[in-house]
C-alpha cells in the first residue's frame, strides 16, 4: 500500500443512523489517525458533521468525501485515497459490491456490517484473488453479526486447547438481551427474500451449513440451523431458533477452514437462543419459535412483507435513542466440549457480554474498532491480503481491543 493516500479510513456511509453512531464512536476514542466522513450527499455530510459537533467539537473539522456507491469509478476513487475504508451503506448485496471490488484492487483495507451469506459468497467468489494479489484484507461481518459468534468461539476453543484437550465440539446461545433490530438488518432480510424469489438458486447457498467456505472444503458434520424448541442439557436451559445463526454458523465454519482446521474436519459448531429454565424458559422458547415461523412466513408473502415494511418494521436510517441505546446489552454463552489424551472429557463456558443495545451501540463499537485495527494495527494483524472474517484478519488483536473499549470476553469452567 503506498504511502500517498490522503486518509488513513474513510467512513462510508456516515449520513446513516448506523454510520453516525461509528462516527461518534470513533470521535469518542480521540483516535490519532486521519480520517474522514463519506457519503453521497455533501449536504447531509455536512449536517451529519455540525449535529456531531454539538458533543465533539473535532467533528466541525473533519474532511468529507462525497461519492455514490454504485459509481464503480467513484468507488475506485474512495479506495485509492484511503488506507481502509469502513462501511455501514447496506443492504450490501444491493449496494456494496463496487466498494468491495474497489478495495480488492487497490490494495485498500475494508470492514463492513453485513450478515448477507449470499453477499459474503460472491465477494469471495469474485474478488478474493485481487485482494491476495493486491495485499487487501476484506473483512465482513463487523458487527453484532458475526464478531461476538467469531471471537466467542475462537476464545473459548483456545482456551480449551491451552488446557490440552482437543476441541469437539462449541455451542454458541444468544442469551439475554435488550434492543431492537436494526433497519437497516431488515432492509437486508427483505433484500435476502427479494433476490431468492429472482432466483430461487439461492437456496443452496444460503441453506449450506458450510457455504462460505473455501472451494473443496465445504463438507462436514453440521447440518441445518436448529428450527425448533429444544432444552440442551449441557447448558440446563430451554432454546429456541436464532436468525443471525444463518450467518453466524458460516462464519465460525469460514474461520475454521481458513485456520486450517486445526480442531479437525469434525469439529462441530451450532448457534441457537437460550431462553431460560423451566416452564417459563419453555413459554419464552416457544413464543420465540412461534413469532419467527409467524414473521419468516409473512416476510415470504410479497403484500404482507410490504405492508410489515411500510407500517410495522423500522427503516434504514431510523433506529432507538440514545438513551435507549445506552440501556441495552446482551449476553452470548460459548459451550465448548473436548477431550484430553487420557480420555477426559473437559467443559468450558466462554461468555462475551456488551453493555449497550446490540444492533447499534454495541455494533457501532465492534465496527469501529474493527476500522481502528485495521488501520492502527496491521504490523500485528496474522494475514496478509485475502478477504477474511473478523477471527482469522484481527483475532486476538481486535478481542483486546474490544476488552479495553468495554466489552466483555471470559472463559471458565462449564
Not at 24 to 35: A, F, H, N, Q
Not at 311 to 329: D, F, M, N, T
Not at 355 to 383: I, R
Request: net charge positive.
Amino acid at each position: 500500500m503506498g504511502s500517498a493516500r490522503t486518509y488513513d479510513l474513510i467512513l462510508f456511509g456516515a449520513t446513516g443512523f448506523t454510520g453516525r453512531l461509528v462516527a461518534e464512536y470513533l470521535l469518542g476514542t480521540g483516535t490519532g489517525i486521519k480520517w474522514a466522513l463519506g457519503g453521497r450527499s455533501a449536504a447531509k455530510l455536512e449536517e451529519v458533521k455540525r449535529a456531531l459537533a454539538v458533543e465533539h467539537p473535532a467533528a466541525a473539522v473533519l474532511p468529507v468525501v462525497v461519492a455514490d456507491s454504485l459509481d464503480e469509478a467513484a468507488m475506485a476513487r474512495v479506495a485509492a485515497d484511503c488506507k481502509v475504508v469502513c462501511t455501514t451503506v447496506g443492504p450490501y448485496d444491493r449496494y456494496g459490491e463496487p466498494l468491495v471490488a474497489a478495495c480488492a484492487r487497490a490494495g485498500t483495507h475494508y470492514c463492513d456490517l453485513t450478515g448477507e451469506p449470499q453477499f459474503v459468497r460472491r465477494m469471495i467468489d469474485r474478488y478474493e484473488a485481487a485482494a491476495k494479489e493486491s495485499g487487501a484484507r476484506i473483512v465482513h461481518c463487523c458487527g453484532y453479526d458475526s464478531i461476538p459468534s467469531d471471537l466467542g468461539s475462537m476464545m473459548v476453543a483456545e482456551a480449551m486447547v491451552a488446557q490440552g484437550a482437543a476441541v469437539k465440539e462449541v455451542r454458541a446461545f444468544a442469551g439475554e438481551s435488550k434492543g431492537t433490530f436494526s433497519g437497516g438488518t431488515v432492509a437486508s432480510m427483505i433484500n435476502i427474500l427479494e433476490e431468492v424469489r429472482k432466483d430461487p438458486s439461492l437456496r443452496k447457498v444460503l441453506g449450506h451449513p458450510y457455504g462460505l467456505n473455501p472451494e473443496g472444503q465445504r463438507k462436514g458434520p453440521d447440518r441445518s440451523d436448529q428450527s425448533g424448541i429444544r432444552f440442551d442439557d449441557a447448558l440446563g436451559m430451554w432454546t429456541a431458533p436464532f436468525v443471525m445463526a444463518s450467518i453466524n454458523t458460516r462464519v465460525v465454519r469460514r474461520s475454521h477452514a481458513l485456520r486450517g482446521f486445526p480442531y479437525g474436519q469434525d469439529f462441530r459448531y451450532s448457534e441457537c437462543m437460550s431462553t431460560g429454565k423451566g416452564m417459563q424458559g419453555w413459554l419464552r422458547a416457544a413464543a420465540i419459535t412461534g413469532g419467527l415461523g409467524g414473521f419468516m412466513a409473512a416476510m415470504a408473502v410479497g403484500p404482507a412483507r410490504k405492508l410489515l415494511a411500510a407500517r410495522v418494521l423500522p427503516k434504514p436510517g431510523e433506529g432507538p435513542s440514545k438513551e435507549a441505546r445506552e440501556s441495552g446489552y446482551f449476553v452470548f454463552r460459548h459451550l465448548a466440549f473436548g477431550e484430553r489424551p487420557d480420555g477426559t472429557q473437559v467443559q468450558l463456558l466462554g461468555k462475551v457480554r456488551g453493555n449497550k443495545d446490540p444492533g447499534y451501540g454495541e455494533t457501532a463499537k465492534m465496527l469501529g474498532e474493527s476500522a481502528l485495527c485495521l488501520a492502527e494495527d496491521e504490523a500485528k494483524l496474522p494475514v496478509q491480503g485475502g478477504i477474511w472474517t473478523p477471527a482469522t484478519a484481527m483475532g486476538q488483536v481486535l478481542l483486546d481491543r474490544l476488552r479495553a473499549a468495554g466489552m466483555t470476553f471470559e472463559v471458565g469452567p462449564a
